[in-house]
């Protein structure tokens, strides 16, 4: 069976970057950049994304492009004869099943709020009530089951029309009416009466700050971001590296995908921070600040209904941008394990991933007796814990790993497949930095999040 391939290069950078920018984005990202010294924090993030991020994420593309596998299957093309590095290959794959098992509850509550701000049901209350709506939406398994299934049923229903007619088409359209909505919002939020203090904390440098925060703790939480944006580790890249021609260099494309990833960050923080200066609002970190701030700011807002469901929208798009470009994963990896078609790896996989989405569903609310890490902690907190602290950093450090050392598939002939094309080349002066430094920079962002 001939391998499906992406029609065109702006539906390759766009639905990579779809996969990376997610919610991280848009709740973590701005808070960071506030509360460790604005514009300074954003110069030591680049820093960390040029020099961690953009050879890790090279790299995963090159493998996916000279194998022409999913993640499943990569390593097998490329390794020498009696060597395991196919063992990741599992590891990938159960990343992505668990990614999904939370990240599809999580993407339901922004379909959930969208449908919440444009029937105006925020309307005339108070930052209890409005935390209290988050509350009983939690609690309630009809919701939280009914939403998620939502967003796994569409996603896998899209995937299934195909890569070019479904995946490629429809996140073109959803991307571009992200990056179009999120222009919208920062204008909007830019021009609010008092909104100047909050553009000027959000990106002049302030280096007192950060010295008041402690540089250590800034590099540390820089470090972090910059990793953990690109969603590097599990194969997410490598699989639409697989579906890519060799027209371009993938240094090149690698670049472009973190200008847009953060490009979306940095607007994310212009829609957030001077619309909670302007209502005198603390911005805070994580899910208060989506479903509890920003609702009672949207409430006091002129026109707020109207810019609370556009935000929700695009919040929507950020989140299943990346659900559809980890179910192609999935499904391209079941498609190269058991040599199922499209649309029988589609259907298998709706019930699958809801199943084994259930018990994040439900530990808000029937099965919230169960802590599985102790105190208040549900399966989210679980599941997101082992993504983002073992499989994301321990697999990046696996695909450096095999594209630098002769018992992998080698510097020589990653360089070859990464410089293939026009654009950006990997330089031979990169070499001592990314086959020495890079991993130590990678166990330590690993050390550092198990701390």
Partial sequence: MQRETLGSR?????????????????????????????????????????????????????????SRKSPIRMY????PEGTK????GLFCMAGNYLLMMFYTTVAGWM????????????????????????????????????FMAVIVALGFIVNMRGLQSGLERVTKVMMTALIVIMM????????????????????????????????????VAAMNQAFFTLSIGIGSMAIFGSYINKEQSLMGESVNIVLLDTMVAISSGLIIIPACFAYKVEPTAGP???????????NNMPLGRLWGSLFFVFMTFAAFSTVLAVFENIMAM???LFGWSRTKTGLVNIVLVFILSLPCALGFNKLQWIHPMGGESTFLDLEDYIVSNFLLPLGALVFVLFCTRKAGWGWENFKREADEGDGLKVQEWMRFYITWILPLLIIFVFIMGLI
């Fill in 334 to 336: 079941c498609m190269d």
């Fill in 10 to 66: 702006l539906g390759f950078i766009l639905i990579s970057a779809g996969c990376a920018i997610g919610i991280g984005n848009v709740w973590r990202f701005p808070y960071l950049c506030g509360q460790f010294g604005g514009g300074a924090f954003v110069l030591v993030y680049l820093f960390f994304l040029a020099i961690l991020g953009l050879p890790a994420m090279c790299m995963e593309f090159a493998v996916g492009r000279a």
């Fill in 111 to 146: 379909l959930q709020y969208f449908f919440q701000e444009a029937f105006g049901n925020f309307k005339g209350l108070d930052a209890d009530s409005v935390a209290a709506v988050f509350d009983s939406g939690l609690k309630s398994p009809v919701l939280q089951v009914g």
């Fill in 288 to 298: 208060g600040l989506i479903f509890i701030t920003l609702p009672n700011i949207f």
């Fill in 76 to 79: 097998q093309e490329l390794e």
């Fill in 85 to 88: 590095w196919h063992i990741h």
């Fill in 184 to 219: 919208i919002l920062a204008v909007n939020s830019i021009f609010l009466p008092g909104a100047r203090e909050g553009i000027r904390y959000l990106l002049v440098p302030d280096f007192a700050r950060m010295k008041e925060q402690g540089i250590w703790n800034v590099i």
